[in-house]
């Protein structure tokens, strides 16, 4: 990838993020969890019974910043912590209903605020979204592999996951040219 293209993703990316965070408080103003509560409950919902140490690494966080969060989202009673029956010595969190309608409250949202704004964009667009999801799929599991595989951050040279490539999983995707779905993605931009 160019390195032009490798910013401009970037960008496009944290811009993305960003306006996603603005619409939401937008959209939903009373709801006074912050994004950082709000992932964190999505992860706990997805791995019901997670330690907070595991928490901390799957969310790149500090251990006392999982702590802070966990505490807060404990005593809004949208957390539990029990202790894991094999070691006592162990916490594991779960959501309670209070937390699963929040986190299920802040996916809806994004999904409306996602489907207004893309059903205000020409169809070529649309179209070319629609088929970029594979890849965006396929390039966010990419990501999660590097860091779990340990990502140099060292800006000078490229970045390359610590496994060989024979090592890495096959793309699901195989080879394509330049066309999305028989459309050529170039020809949006026109």
Do not use: C
Request: net charge positive; proline share 6%.
């Amino acid at each position: 990838m160019h390195h032009d293209t490798e910013h401009e993703l970037a960008e496009a990316v944290a811009r993305l993020r960003r306006a996603m965070r603005r619409a939401a408080r937008s959209a939903d103003p009373n709801h006074a969890l912050s994004v950082a509560q709000l992932e964190l409950l999505s992860a706990v919902g997805e791995h019901p019974g997670i330690r907070p140490g595991q928490l901390a690494k799957q969310l790149h966080l500090a251990p006392n910043s999982v702590t802070t969060l966990v505490n807060g989202l404990h005593a809004a009673a949208l957390i539990t912590r029990s202790r894991n029956p094999d070691d006592r010595r162990t916490v594991e969190l779960n959501l309670t209903p209070g937390g699963v309608a929040a986190v299920r409250r802040w996916h809806l949202t994004n999904a409306q605020i996602l489907r207004s704004a893309f059903e205000t964009l020409h169809p070529a667009w649309q179209q070319v979204i629609t088929g970029a999801l594979p890849a965006l799929r396929e390039l966010t599991g990419t990501i999660d592999t590097l860091v779990d595989t340990g990502i140099r951050t060292d800006t000078t040279r490229p970045l390359r996951p610590s496994v060989t490539p024979a090592e890495r999983r096959p793309s699901r995707l195989g080879q394509r040219s330049g066309r999305l779905n028989g459309y050529h993605a170039g020809a949006a931009r026109n």
